[in-house]
């Protein structure tokens, strides 16, 4: 299980996050909109971004931002897709037992859920 603290650094986990993509950090810079130097910085040590960036190098990365400052939490970022996929007969067991009002009220969250995507042409 995850403790929430603090077991690394900015550093080591960008590090390993540029190592694991296989990218240069010239690639990465075009991708992140972030210069080359800024990038190779971070990589020494010597500068560390402001969480807005750390915040968006994570979504890049789809890891949870936290564990990229550096903290012993779950790595990957929040993913509805993961979870469905992951863990549907969980979902399954949860939905039917419910209580009828926790039933209305994520029945509820789906229809608001279902009316925005149509309004943005999504479904």
Do not use: C
Not at 35 to 53: D, E, H, M, V, Y
């Amino acid at each position: 299980m995850y403790t929430g603290l603090k077991v690394s650094n900015f550093q080591e986990r960008f590090t390993e996050l540029v190592a694991e993509s296989g990218k240069s950090l010239l690639k990465l810079s075009k991708e992140l909109h972030i210069s080359n130097q800024t990038l190779s910085a971070w990589r020494a040590g010597t500068r560390s971004p402001k969480p807005p960036t750390v915040t968006a190098v994570a979504s890049y990365f789809n890891v949870n931002f936290k564990w990229l400052y550096g903290f012993d939490v779950e790595k990957s970022a929040f993913n509805p897709k993961n979870i469905l996929n992951k863990d549907s007969d969980l979902i399954k067991k949860v939905i039917i037992n419910m209580s009828p009002d926790d039933f209305t009220l994520v029945q509820s969250i789906f229809e608001k859920t279902e009316t925005a995507m149509r309004e943005r042409g999504e479904l």
